[in-house]
């Protein structure tokens, strides 16, 4: 299962624009527990950037927003964290099994 962030905006000309950001396997349950915790408790969420030198100096960005998550569907919202929970215990057995065979 692919898990994407997906960020929208209008233009003055009122044309949609997109930008998507894919979010890696391990990162999964996390993301999906991050949401559900702000979803349950209601409580503002803030974004901001971070920018990370070459010589590996960390500087906050300018640019910040807060909003708030609203649910479309917390019963589908459910199925897809206990489904990705299911993949993730599938994939630790299939690693253990590797193991055990060398």
Not at 26 to 43: E, M, T, V, Y
Not at 52 to 81: M, N, V
Request: with cysteine; aromatic share 6%.
């Amino acid at each position: 299962m692919k898990l994407r962030l997906t960020l929208k905006t209008r233009t003055k000309k009122n044309k949609e624009i997109c930008l998507k950001f894919n979010i890696a396997p391990s990162k999964h349950i996390g993301f999906i527990n991050f949401i559900n915790l702000a979803l349950k408790q209601d409580k503002p969420i803030t974004i901001s950037f971070e920018k990370i030198s070459k010589s590996g100096q960390k500087e906050e960005s300018k640019i910040y927003g807060e909003f708030k998550f609203t649910g479309k569907d917390s019963a589908r919202l459910e199925q897809l964290e206990e489904d990705i929970q299911e993949a993730e215990k599938r994939r630790k057995k299939q690693q253990e099994r590797r193991k055990h065979k060398q």
